[in-house]
């Protein structure tokens, strides 16, 4: 008898075992034990670019909290520079813009991320302009190949033909060490960009279409 339950025991364990080594391997962890560093843009006193009571910082916001889930279902290590409508400048300064750029610049590079993501919207007067556009610094070699293989992922899901484009003197990314971009994800100016930019819809496609451009870059570099 206690051999019976010996054995009974047994084979529920590694039915247990194989079941969930079964399971795990189902699960897509693309990006497990990777580290992303997220940065919703403006925050606080700093509204970003804005069309009436449409703020720049309320949807970047949005974008990088759904971006947070995505990543994490994948198996990353996700931080956000912001989680709630602040900046990280300190109390009382002058700048405060210069102040709060001047933080997030440092705390992603005191972190161990393998990348870091700026979520942006972009604006121009004509109202003309629209889609995505990846922005990246040269001060890290891999910043362009990252640019570049978003900027593919962006035109193809979410339409527009926009080119990544070189930018040395964002304030920002000119002092990150750390591998990254900045995605300016439409146009607020635009009529047809900010409609979709305002619906949760849309922007868990553009979320989407962010982790599927970092998925590839880190199977592209391994």
Known sequence: MLKYK?????????????????????KNLSLLGKIIYLDAGHGGLDPGTI?????????????????????????????????????????????????DLSIRSIIINKSNCDLFISIHLNSEETGVWSKGQVFYDKRNIKNEEIAKIMQREINKNLGGKRKYKNNNNLFLQKRIEKPGILIEV???????????????????????TIVNGIVKYFIYTK
């Open 51 to 99: 069309y009436k009571d449409i703020n720049e910082k309320d949807i970047n916001l949005k974008i990088s909290i759904e971006l947070e889930k995505k990543l994490e279902s994948l198996g990353a290590i996700v931080y956000q520079t912001r989680y709630g409508d602040y900046d990280l400048s300190f109390p009382g300064v002058r700048n405060r813009k210069k102040s």
């Open 186 to 208: 439409g146009f607020l100016s635009n009529i047809n960009d900010r409609y979709l930019l305002t619906k949760k819809s849309y922007q868990e496609k553009v979320s989407k």
């Open 6 to 26: 010996i054995c009974v025991l047994f084979f529920f364990i590694i039915g247990f075992l194989s079941f969930n080594i079964v399971n795990s391997k189902e």
